[in-house]
């Protein structure tokens, strides 16, 4: 019985101990500045993201989640900017995070005022670095460098 138990308690451990994939986009509107979505849970300022759905690519998760949190539609594709994948890169949960760069369209607002305070454009000079949530301080340093980053 003892050995029963611990095939199901390693069975669980590798179903229910994996990260979660995620996305965040750098939404990017045509005069170059960065929209950026300030959290309610928080207050800090965050590239608008979340959780990849149970039978959505990431492109897609990621044109719902900007559509959601900050009202915007997807243009096209820029590029990708990185997967991120530190454990600690998000206090809830470890989470793997695909960012993507897009062109948007549209007027920035809280789409979703339960998880978002406030929708805003920046450009490169007044983006509040000392106010980013999670590790997206990152996310963009690796965008303005050009880079495509494993981290």
């Not at 996305?23 to 300022?45: K, Q």
């Not at 949190?69 to 900017?81: D, F, M, S």
């Not at 369209?105 to 305070?117: F, N, V």
């Amino acid at each position: 019985m003892a050995y029963f138990a611990h095939i199901l308690r390693t069975l669980l451990g590798l179903l229910l101990r994996r990260p979660i994939l995620g996305t965040c986009v750098i939404p990017l509107l045509a005069n170059g500045n960065i929209v950026l979505v300030r959290r309610r849970d928080n207050g800090l300022w965050s590239l608008p993201g979340g959780i990849v759905d149970w039978g959505e690519d990431v492109i897609t998760a990621a044109a719902r989640e900007l559509k959601e949190e900050a009202g915007l539609q997807t243009v096209g594709l820029e590029r990708l900017v990185g997967v991120y994948s530190q454990p600690g890169r998000d206090p809830r949960f470890h989470s793997v995070c695909v960012t993507v760069a897009v062109r948007v369209t549209g007027k920035p607002y809280p789409a979703d005022p339960r998880e978002i305070l406030e929708a805003s454009s920046f450009s490169r000079d007044e983006l509040p670095w000392d106010r980013l949530s999670h590790d997206h301080r990152q996310h963009l340093q690796d965008f303005f460098k050009g880079e495509t980053v494993l981290a």
